[in-house]
T-cell receptor, first 113, second 112 residues
Framework: AQKVTQAQTEISVVEKEDVTLDCVYE???????LFWYKQPPSGELVFLIR??????QNEISGRYSWNFQKSTSSFNFTITASQVVDSAVYFC??????????FGAGTRLFVKA | EAQVTQNPRYLITVTGKKLTVTCSQN?????MSWYRQDPGLGLRQIYY???????DKGDVPEGYKVSRKEKRNFPLILESPSPNQTSLYFC???????????FGEGSWLTVV
C-alpha cells in the first residue's frame, strides 16, 4: 500500500529559527516521485520540489533544503532562518505511476515575528 | 501563461441541486485529476484521467462523476450534492507520470 505520513500536524517557530518538516512514505515500487507543495493562507498550491527515487542527492534552493533518504523512506524539508512569509501548510506527496498521487495530511507551519 | 483554470471559485448550494465544477488546462497535458481537501486529511483524489475518454476512480469517488471528452477539459459533476461534500476542491494536470503537477486555484464548495 502507498502511504505518506506527515506526523507533525502543526509547528510553531519564531522568525529566524530553522525548522524541519518530516515526511515518511511507504511504497513497494522501485520507481516513484516525491513532491513538496506549499499552501499559503490564500489557498493555492505552490510546487516546491520533485525528486525521483533514483536521485538521493540532497537539494538546496535558497533557504530551502531537502533530505531524501531511501534507507529510512524519508523526504524531509528544512527551512533555514524562517520568515513570517513561510507560514503555510506544507504537503508531501508520493507518485508511483498511473497518476495515483498520494498526499500526506500536511503540516501547518506558523512563523511568529 | 501555463495554467489550470477551475470555476466557480466559490459556491454555496443546496442539498440535491446538481452542480458542475469546470476545469480547463492549456498545457496539452495528458493527465488530469480532481482532489478534495479536508482539514486533517490532506488532499484526497476523487477521479483521474490519463487521456481523452479514459477516467478512473481515485480514493473517494462516491457522489461524483467526471468526463473527459476533450484533452483540455475535465469537469467534476455532483449529481445530488450532500453536506458531506462541502470541501475545497482542486483540479490538477500533469504531462506524464512523475512530472510536476499543476493545480488550479481551488473551488470552495458549501452544500447546505
Amino acid at each position: 500500500a502507498q502511504k505518506v505520513t506527515q506526523a507533525q500536524t502543526e509547528i510553531s517557530v519564531v522568525e529566524k529559527e530553522d525548522v524541519t518538516l518530516d515526511c515518511v512514505y511507504e511504497t513497494r515500487d522501485t520507481t516513484y516521485y516525491l513532491f513538496w507543495y506549499k499552501q499559503p493562507p490564500s489557498g493555492e498550491l505552490v510546487f516546491l520540489i520533485r525528486r525521483n527515487s533514483f536521485d538521493e542527492q540532497n537539494e538546496i534552493s535558497g533557504r530551502y533544503s531537502w533530505n531524501f533518504q531511501k534507507s529510512t523512506s524519508s523526504f524531509n524539508f528544512t527551512i533555514t532562518a524562517s520568515q513570517v512569509v513561510d507560514s503555510a501548510v506544507y504537503f508531501c506527496a508520493l507518485d508511483t505511476g498511473g497518476f495515483k498521487t498520494i498526499f500526506g495530511a500536511g503540516t501547518r507551519l506558523f512563523v511568529k515575528a | 501563461e501555463a495554467q489550470v483554470t477551475q470555476n466557480p471559485r466559490y459556491l454555496i448550494t443546496v442539498t440535491g441541486k446538481k452542480l458542475t465544477v469546470t476545469c480547463s488546462q492549456n498545457m496539452n497535458h495528458e493527465y488530469m485529476s480532481w482532489y478534495r481537501q479536508d482539514p486533517g486529511l490532506g488532499l484526497r483524489q476523487i477521479y483521474y484521467s490519463m487521456n481523452v475518454e479514459v477516467t478512473d476512480k481515485g480514493d473517494v469517488p462516491e457522489g461524483y462523476k467526471v468526463s473527459r471528452k476533450e484533452k483540455r477539459n475535465f469537469p467534476l459533476i455532483l449529481e445530488s450534492p450532500s453536506p458531506n461534500q462541502t470541501s475545497l476542491y482542486f483540479c490538477a494536470s500533469s504531462l506524464v507520470f512523475g512530472n510536476t503537477i499543476y493545480f488550479g486555484e481551488g473551488s470552495w464548495l458549501t452544500v447546505v
